[in-house]
């Protein structure tokens, strides 16, 4: 059974005024919290709608889910009543995987599709991981193991893993986050018909810039790269950089559109 509708959007603050929906899709053990800042740090053209996906924070007493492609079909039923105004999906590292594959799920379904797509952290879906295979895949590592993974990515502080209540409410959301990536079967479609800007860490020792270059296979619109200071989790130290890509784009595209038309 799909949650209910409104349980997907937390914390977004509408503004009548907006010219354009974002929403944003968290990363691996994230939540929509990650993104409650941009709210008021955004420009006012654009409405901030925080994504939350089942088992964290407002959710967490749902079972998270574990397969892409049943988060893509609960996504696209859960967000269309949002679809009726311009909007853009931004997803940082497994957010930009659903970012990506929940567009073409609504091109296919006919729907209003995105008006640009920004990809962060993520490599292009036909390249393939040259990380050294490993005896399990993350979601089924030992709990050290998987709490050495985190460290290396830079994105979970020693304190809260040190703390024993914390990480048993964050490790099944990792796993679980895990194991929506490593369903993931990349199927070759017609490049989609939105712009995409894809962002990287410099520091990011998972995701190069030659893996996100290739996104550009995915667009028959106009594409760019910007690769950040920082490493995996690089939106965190360089959010200020982040939101002026994602304004730059968004306002001068939308500063001579109607209210509520398409851009």
């Known amino acids: 059974m799909i949650p209910p509708t409104k349980n997907w959007i937390f914390g977004a603050r509408p503004n009548p005024a907006a010219r354009v929906r974002l929403f944003c899709f968290p990363f691996a053990g994230g939540g929509a919290s990650t993104y409650y800042p941009w709210i008021s740090l955004l420009a006012p053209e654009i409405d901030v709608y925080p994504v939350q996906f089942p088992g964290r ?59 640009h797509l920004f990809l962060s952290a993520y490599r292009s879906p036909e390249t393939p991981s040259d990380e050294p295979r490993q005896a399990l895949p993350e979601s089924a590592l030992s709990d050290s193991a998987l709490m050495k993974t985190l460290l290396e990515l830079d994105g979970t502080s020693p304190e809260i893993l040190a703390n024993e209540e914390l990480r048993q409410l964050l490790l099944p959301i990792l ?30 020792k998972r995701v190069q810039q030659a893996k996100l270059e290739t996104w550009r296979k995915q667009t028959s619109q106009d594409f760019a790269t910007h690769m950040l200071l920082g490493n995996h989790l690089f939106i965190r130290p360089a959010q200020a950089a982040v939101l002026q890509i994602i304004s730059q784009a968004l306002v001068t595209k939308t500063a001579d559109v109607p209210l509520g038309a398409s851009l």
């Open 175 to 204: 796993r679980a986050d895990f194991a929506v990536c490593e369903s993931y079967q990349f199927h070759a479609q017609e490049p989609l018909a939105c712009p995409i800007t894809v962002l990287g860490g410099q520091q990011d």
């Open 57 to 115: 924070e407002n959710r967490v007493k749902e079972p998270p889910l574990r397969r892409l492609d049943g988060l893509i079909q609960a996504l696209a039923q859960a967000l269309q009543p949002y679809f009726d105004m311009p909007y853009a999906f931004f997803g940082h590292s497994m957010g930009a995987l659903v970012s990506f594959e929940l567009t073409r799920q609504l091109r296919q379904q006919g729907a209003r599709l995105p008006e």
